[in-house]
């Protein structure tokens, strides 16, 4: 099979020749321009043949049409520290207007998803990593903990917010699409877990813009709704049209692989821990999950993945090893 052939298998729950695999993280020092991100995401590529690719942006792009600044040390694996954020107080919400599609750091990534899909055959899928509205918004302050006070100290601003948000996301999904991504990654962050909101202020604050965001890449084949952080909300979010799931099911406080699809009408994705077995010193934890992620599964809804972004540094050896492991479990099943 092709990696568009089994990906696309994987996702509607019909035989494949192997899992598909993919596996992406955060080159701090070489995310600051679209060609050097796409050049960043090719090598990886290029070393591991991942089946699909999913673009890893800074994890402030979306955020920076809005005036929050990092400051980077340029040193490799070593995490921007923020520098400057807009929101100060709950009546600076009202000053989050609306922004071009194409602004600033938006505009950056559409011409990177252009660059990548020159690049890579036509073949190998693309998704790229779009926040949900509340999620934007938590990047707004310096902690999210102020966000959530918002919402109950100045629910009105807020909400405004949320629209200047979903009113620029709805436009830049579509030129995502457009500029050859297969469809989105919508990642909820801090936003959809239990420790931060409960199920009904989850349904209140984000679930609305979250569909608007959804409608807008209604029409493409790879979007993956990724559920953030432990105790998360995820069959809360059962519902949301997308392909896949995306979570770090080997937390304890979350779902497991073997219970989300039971649950969830879409594929699932994750099985490997990114900052436990996957960092460990042998390749022998990482490949234990895959495998227990395997049976599980059973091979079929399945796309191997990280529970999240792996860290920078990340053991090249680990990474190989799954890569090898999941054509062992190809020639196994057709044994």
């Given at each position: ?165 979903t009113a620029t996301w709805v436009p830049f999904v579509r030129e995502l699409l457009r500029a050859g991504a297969d469809g989105i990654y919508f990642a909820t962050v801090d936003w959809a877990s239990g420790d931060l909101l409960t ?137």
């Amino acid at each position: 099979m092709t990696p568009r052939e089994r990906v696309w298998a994987a996702l509607r729950g019909q035989p494949v020749d192997r899992p598909p695999v993919s596996f992406w993280g955060h080159v701090y020092h070489r995310e600051s321009g679209a060609a050097e991100l796409v050049e960043a995401t090719l090598e990886s590529w290029r070393e591991y043949r991942w089946d699909w690719v999913k673009l890893n942006p800074r994890k402030h792009y979306h955020v920076e049409p809005w005036g929050v600044r990092y400051r980077y040390s340029g040193v490799p694996g070593e995490k921007p520290k923020l520098a400057e954020w807009p929101i100060r107080a709950g009546d600076d919400w009202a000053r989050v207007r609306p922004q071009r599609p194409d602004a600033a750091a938006l505009g950056e990534q559409i011409e990177a998803v252009r660059l990548l899909r020159r690049a890579l055959p036509a073949d190998v899928p693309i998704v790229e990593t779009v926040f949900t509205p509340l999620a934007v918004l938590g990047e707004m302050v310096e902690t999210p903990e102020e966000l959530r006070r918002h919402l109950d100290t100045h629910p009105g601003p807020v909400r405004a917010a949320l629209e200047a948000v979903t009113a620029t996301w709805v436009p830049f999904v579509r030129e995502l699409l457009r500029a050859g991504a297969d469809g989105i990654y919508f990642a909820t962050v801090d936003w959809a877990s239990g420790d931060l909101l409960t199920s009904a202020q989850h349904r209140a604050w984000s679930r609305p813009w979250d569909l608007r965001v959804l409608e807008a890449a209604a029409g493409a084949p790879f979007n993956v709704l990724h559920v953030c952080k432990r105790n998360n909300l995820l069959f809360e979010l059962a519902d949301y049209p997308v392909a896949a799931f995306s979570w770090a099911a080997t937390d304890p406080g979350n779902p497991t692989l073997a219970q989300a699809l039971g649950r969830l009408p879409g594929a699932v994705m994750g099985g490997v821990s990114q900052d436990g077995a996957l960092q460990a010193a042998s390749p022998g934890p990482a490949l234990a999950e895959l495998r227990a992620a395997l049976a599980g599964t059973g091979g079929r809804r399945w796309l191997a993945a990280p529970g999240c972004s792996i860290p920078p540094g990340t053991p090249a050896a680990n990474l190989r090893a799954l890569r090898d492991a999941v054509e062992t479990i190809g020639l196994e099943s057709r044994a």
